[in-house]
């Protein structure tokens, strides 16, 4: 069975930073691209980043460019991100997406999500 358990959400002030985690179960991990999509309260869903199999491609929303940054360490089935310079249009529940393919986010499992909330 699939699993994608996030962690690492909470309250920061703006300009703060957080780091997100996902580790992942249930399938070869290393085969396939992994990612974050966000959804601000009331709005639709959003792509952020993501990572290709191996780590070494990553692609970020221009929102988040130079701000963010994704990782993955294949040894410990588990991805990063790390959000610095936060903005309060930053709040966000994220969630970490499994992708079907390599290199593209072809989302085909979703985790439950952790909070971001940027405030002062």
């Known amino acids: 069975e699939v699993q994608l358990v996030e962690s690492g959400g909470g309250l920061v002030q703006p300009g703060g930073s957080l780091r997100l985690s996902c580790a992942a179960s249930?399938?070869?991990?290393?085969?396939?691209?992994i990612g974050w999509v966000r959804q601000a309260p009331g709005k639709g869903l959003e792509w952020v980043s993501h990572?290709?199999?191996?780590?070494?491609?990553?692609y970020y929303a221009d929102s988040v460019k130079g701000r963010f940054t994704i990782s993955r360490d294949n040894a410990k089935n588990t991805m990063y991100l790390q959000l610095n310079s936060l903005k309060t249009e930053d709040t966000a529940m994220y969630y970490c997406a499994k992708s079907a393919h390599a290199w593209l986010l072809m989302i085909d499992y979703w985790g439950q999500g952790t909070q971001v909330t940027v405030s002062s």
């Open positions: 249930g399938f070869t991990f290393s085969n396939y691209a």
């Open positions: 990572i290709n199999f191996g780590g070494g491609s990553t």
